[in-house]
């Protein structure tokens, strides 16, 4: 599993915004490791995107929050404006925000990841730099070439994934109960994010489970490039 988050030079997407810091989380043998990728400048971006590209090729599902509505059309933006082939179509991919907003929306005041993190985990965040000012600091750091101004994006960045890891564990736990009625209900209705749930199903030893979504993530549609 590739748990992606993005920084980026703004909050509203379109072919002007840039994600300037892309980070990748990954459950290993000896615990949860973050990869960031940084583009120093503009130049840098083709490389950057290139290498990540590269490195999601060992992974087989992507999770993310509210990254099928941002992070992933951001990139896939980003990769065609530098003539790149964008890395998504084979990866299944499970965005925690839908399942977390049918959980949680009526109990907690919004379902920001943050929100959640207070929340649900328990965990509250001392000195953390806000989302809406890191576009600010990265474009300081453009003009000044200070790399300390840096230092707190990067915690953030990183903290975010954490934080998706561990929603991780929870908000898909909604799913073992595996009748179509149950699924519906908190929002999982096409092929892919039925292909993502089995997914977890099976990496959690709950094979039998997964099965069961695999069929349904086939009737409703998988495409082919996601059978394997």
């Keep these: 599993w590739a748990f992606l988050d993005t920084e980026t030079t703004g909050l509203a997407g379109g072919s002007g915004t840039y994600a300037f810091l892309i980070g990748v989380g990954r459950i290993t043998s000896e615990g949860f490791r973050v990869r960031q990728f940084f583009m120093r400048e503009y130049a840098e971006e083709r490389s950057v995107l290139a290498a990540l590209a590269s490195y999601l090729n060992q992974f087989d599902v992507l999770i993310t929050y509210n990254g099928k509505s941002y992070d992933q059309p951001l990139l896939k933006t980003r990769y065609r404006m530098t003539r790149h082939k964008p890395p998504f179509a084979r990866l299944g991919h499970l965005d925690l925000l839908h399942g977390a907003r049918r959980l949680w929306k009526l109990r907690l005041e919004n379902c920001r990841l ?40 990067f915690h953030h960045n990183a903290m975010d994934i954490l934080t998706l890891a561990c929603l991780t564990a929870i908000v898909p736990a909604a799913f073992r109960h595996t ?6 209900r908190v929002g999982v209705r096409r092929g892919e994010d039925l292909a993502g749930i089995a997914r977890w199903l099976a990496a959690t030893d709950e094979h039998a489970a997964a099965l069961e979504v695999f069929q349904r993530a086939i009737a409703a549609g998988l495409p082919d490039k996601l059978l394997f």
């Design 114 to 153: 943050v929100q959640l993190e207070e929340q649900i985990l328990g965990v509250c965040r001392e000195g953390d730099l806000p989302g809406e000012l890191i576009p600010y600091v990265y474009f300081e750091y453009l003009r000044s070439r200070e790399a300390q101004r840096l230092v707190p994006i």
């Design 179 to 184: 009748d179509a009625e149950s699924l519906s």
